[in-house]
């Protein structure tokens, strides 16, 4: 299958200048209002979960602290101790002075295909059930964000649904950056992020949450499995075609590319980890 060029779609080199806009957006569902339960906890989760997404990238400051606890509805107790947590992780860093705060780590720590397996015992994450979750809320999500742009009015709606600074475009954009990907745990992470990206496209929140969640699990999974060359061209090219049905708005097309993109990565994770 051809390569789609989001340059045809007019994205251009729009990578750059949407990145910011859409990590903040992408943020602001995960740095939501914690759930009732124990907060020390379910802050880290939220912090590691923008980490291992992408959507505070390898360097990049997170918010401020009175911001990033007020956003989760925790003490700034509580979010020191998370971030403390974190950082003899290994994950952030702290720096002082005028352009100080708190970073992400240049370099993640890596997680041993046991430590992977052991975790998700732990947490309870079962593989088919989640695979099950992840099949209905990722086709879905595809499936109506081509609805999203089918049903642009036409033609300035959808010419504006295509442009730049909005949701497809960050798509394009996400999409060209996981394909330019230069190392594995780069690949990870563009690739969660351009899955997150396609949540996005729908406008709806709540299902941009639940992606990022059933996101966390999968990534769980994928640590204990190797990267296949293969596979990661193979996904390339999947990716390719979930693009292009969303941005031509063929909701059917998008479902169909998405279902089979995610069964492959099943089989591998059955495979490997049955």
């Known amino acids: 299958m051809p390569r ?16 910011a806009s859409s990590a903040a957006r992408a943020q602001d569902v995960v740095f939501r209002p914690l759930r009732a339960g124990n907060a020390f906890e379910e802050t880290v989760e939220r912090l590691l979960t923008s980490i291992k997404l992408g959507l505070a990238e390898p360097g990049s400051r997170l918010p401020p602290e009175r911001e990033l606890a007020e956003r989760l509805g925790v003490s700034r107790v509580t979010l020191r ?9 290994g994950y952030v860093e702290s720096r002082r002075g005028r352009y100080g705060g708190t970073f992400v780590s240049q370099v993640l720590p890596k997680l041993s295909k046991a430590a992977a397996r052991r975790l ?4 309870g994450h079962d593989l088919d059930d989640t695979l099950v979750l992840r099949h209905v809320l990722e086709v879905g999500a595809a499936e109506q964000a081509a609805t999203h742009i089918r049903t642009s009015a036409l033609p300035e709606g959808r010419a504006a ?3 730049e600074g909005n949701q497809t475009a ?3 954009a996400c999409y060209e950056d996981c394909a330019r990907a230069e190392d594995v745990p780069e690949y990870r992470r563009l690739d969660s992020r351009f899955h997150l990206a396609v949540a996005e496209v729908t406008g709806s929140p709540s299902l941009t949450a639940a992606v990022a969640e059933v996101r966390m699990q999968i990534n769980g999974f994928l640590d204990a499995i190797p990267v296949l060359e293969r596979n990661v061209t193979h ?7 979930i693009v292009a049905a969303i941005v031509a708005g063929d909701p059917a097309a998008a479902r169909h590319a998405m279902a089979e993109h995610l069964s492959a990565t099943a089989a591998l994770l059955r495979g490997f980890l049955a």
Not at 120 to 123: E, M, Y
Not at 235 to 241: F, K, L, P, R, V
């Open 81 to 89: 101790e998370a971030i403390r947590a974190l950082q003899r992780s």
């Open 120 to 123: 998700n015992r732990q947490t």
């Open 161 to 163: 649904a295509l442009g």
């Open 235 to 241: 996904s390339e090219d999947q990716h390719a075609a």
């Open 4 to 19: 789609y060029s989001a340059s045809a779609a007019s994205a251009g080199s729009a990578g750059s200048a949407v990145d």
């Open 170 to 172: 960050v798509l394009l």
